[in-house]
């Protein structure tokens, strides 16, 4: 199965092939070009260097957020569109799970932390348990000194863009290498989802927002 995955929910913009187990094809920026110039430049860069027509592509992946509400809209619409011309299933995957296959085969909890906004973040503690994925805390929006007291619990390792924005510098973090999104967990966490027949149509495709934009909330 040939997955072209994309990362659009914060500041890296990322595509990827991923052919069975393998990665490839994967381009990852975190410069400030935004994702509408830059987006489907990477994805025909990762085709092209793969050398795979975009036909040939089996299953689209997106993370879905939560995230930066206009990264995550062009992210999926891309999908989407490129599902309903070539008639292909696609898969939603959450940018907080995908964030956690930078540490796959830890046994450490992992907190993803990602900006929210006025003093509140998204984030989950999460660890991986004889390989699969389980859940501690829930994707939400928490306050900030909520999201210490989950760290002060679990004493996780804490990754995300977050970490950027909120001064967590009393707990233990994940290199700067390693705290930043890859479109390669999407596809990643997208061909185990497909494994367990979770695919969509381009219809029920849809970002994962856990609050209003600004705009809304005005």
């Known amino acids: 199965m040939k997955i072209l995955g994309i990362e659009t929910s914060g500041k890296v913009a990322s595509a990827c092939i991923l052919d069975g187990e393998k ?16 987006l489907i430049d990477l994805i025909d860069m990762v085709l092209k260097n793969a050398s795979i027509d975009i036909s040939n592509i089996d299953l689209f992946a997106a993370s879905i957020g939560p995230g930066s509400f206009t990264g995550l809209r062009i992210g999926v619409s891309t999908i989407k569109g490129f599902c309903f011309a070539l008639n292909k299933p ?16 830890s ?31 829930e994707t939400s929006v928490y306050d900030v000194d909520r999201a210490k007291q989950m760290a ?6 804490l990754l995300g863009e977050g970490l950027d924005v909120y001064d967590f510098s009393s707990f233990r973090l994940a290199p700067k290498y390693l705290q930043y999104q890859r479109a390669s967990n999407v596809a990643i966490v997208a061909k185990k989802l497909a494994e367990k027949g979770k695919l969509l149509s381009h219809f029920e495709l849809v970002p994962l927002y856990l609050k209003k934009s600004y705009a809304e909330g005005k």
């Open 152 to 157: 002060e619990k679990y004493n996780p390792i």
């Open 90 to 105: 696609c898969i939603g995957v959450n940018t907080l799970e995908a964030l956690c296959y930078n540490f796959y085969s």
């Open 23 to 38: 990665i490839v094809s994967e381009i990852t920026l975190n410069t400030k070009l935004v994702h509408s110039v830059m």
């Open 107 to 137: 046994s450490n909890f992992l907190m993803p932390i990602l900006d929210a906004k006025s003093q509140k973040v998204f984030a989950g503690v999460f660890r991986f348990e004889d390989g699969e994925f389980v859940t501690y805390e």
